[in-house]
């Protein structure tokens, strides 16, 4: 570390390294917790990748992990982790769901489900495909319908029902299954491998709403399933219309991959590869929280989510579970400017082209004249902002294009070829909410050939019209 620097009007504290670049630190309180395993602590989470989350009816926490299933007495702030580390069976627990009786069912990837004692934590079975009419040991969601019966499905399964009525197991055929949800009394919901599908709770008769999509997990919310994908963003199919509306990086999301998704106070959260997002289903405009505790280097785990009883959001993530109330999460709005990292011409720098005098820093250019055999142009920019979200960039050059380009992450523009004439580059920079909040602009010079210009153009003609005479 060579120098440290102390903002006390942001509150901020700059870091400046050898060889890790420059870091900063926000010293005010952050609304997000998150938890994490804590090196040679076994009172902690016991695995930072978290699958699931739950938060038993006594108001403990439990975290299905690719290591043991963690639990957290919340009264005495203990952990305790069972099935880690195992090598006679699979480790890694992917779902979990409490029945009406207290008691935490948990999938698990390979070796099946088990059932415990919330209270006591206690082991009280374990079903395999061996033990009972589990079609597979594979169980990827464990869903509690409105009638208390228990829905297990996975991507090897059968859909299994356990009864809470009759206390048996109850095979509805095969389907590759990754979250369940309730449309209604009378049908469920799957997010599967090949779309949206709909199950009868009694006769078993399968219906597919949208195909060809890949699902990670829904929300039904009023007469929308919102359907998290890979690739295609969040999807929003209509029961009643039957109509199908997308919402993606263009319109304002941080990744087209998205894992995760809850309801809270008529907002959706949405957890994607590249972090956080609310979208109001009102009118599907979208806001970006990823530069919160950094969430833009946490990737969200699929249908990893819980909404606990203080109203507070938890989600699983690669690097722990992250924990927030809704309403004190701020979006102050962002600052920041547009930087000329480097012009390059003919795949040079300018700093090296010995006709370019610059009497400023490339930065703070704004004129550039070139020759006529010098147009092919590169401009890298970067964002400078005391905020870590993800920028995007638009530009138009002036008198080069009709319009401006499609918001973007490219951080290198460039333009071949160019005529030669008067031009000026604009670039406006946004925050992860597709708010522009910077521009600038720089103005080009093609200077043309000699052949080209209007003295050699007047002469040539004179010249023509002489020898005409002659």
Known sequence: IYDILCDRETNTVWVCT???????????????????????????????????ILEDRQGNLW?????????????????????????QQSKVFLSLCEDDDGRIWAGTFSSGVYLFDAKTGREIAHYTRATTPLASDFAFDIFKDSEGNIWIGGHQNDIIVYSKREKTFRSYGFQAVSTFGELDSAKMVMAC????????????????????????????????????TN?????????????L????????LNSDYVYSILLSDGFLWVGTEQGLCRVNPEDNTVVNYSSLLSLGNIMFNRNANCRLRDGRLAFGTSNGVIMFNPSEVGQSPFEGRIFFQDILVNG?????LHHVILNTSLDKLTDL?????????????????????????????????ENWSQISGLRKLNYTNIP???????????????????????????????????????????????????
């Open 18 to 52: 050898f060889t890790g670049g420059v870091s900063f630190f926000k010293q005010s309180k952050s609304p997000v917790t998150l938890i994490q395993h804590r090196i040679n602590s076994s009172n902690s989470l016991y695995n930072n990748h978290v699958n699931q």
């Open 193 to 228: 491998a090949n779309g949206l599908l709909t199950i009868d709770k009694i006769s078993g008769q399968v219906d597919t709403l949208v195909a060809n999509q890949v699902v990670n997990d829904l929300l039904v919310y009023r007469n929308d399933i919102w359907m998290c």
């Open 348 to 352: 040079r720098s300018i700093r090296d």
């Open 231 to 243: 690739g295609e963003g969040l999807l929003r199919y209509n029961v009643k219309d039957k109509t």
């Open 369 to 401: 004249s070139l020759k006529y055999n010098q147009n092919n142009l590169a401009v890298e920019i970067l964002p400078l902002s005391s905020e870590s979200g993800y920028f995007r960039f638009s530009w138009k050059m002036e008198g080069q294009d």
């Open 63 to 87: 975290c299905a992990t690719d290591n043991g299933l963690s639990h957290l007495d919340t009264k005495n702030k203990q952990w305790t982790t069972c099935h880690q580390d195992e090598k």
């Open 245 to 252: 509306m997308k919402i993606t990086e263009q319109s304002g």
């Open 420 to 470: 030669a004439g008067d031009y000026k580059l604009q670039i406006r920079m946004y925050d992860n909410s597709m708010m522009q909040i910077a521009e600038r602009s720089i103005r080009i010079h093609i200077t043309p050939p000699f052949w080209d210009a209007w003295w050699f153009k007047t002469i040539f003609l004179f010249v023509v019209l002489a020898i005409a005479f002659i």
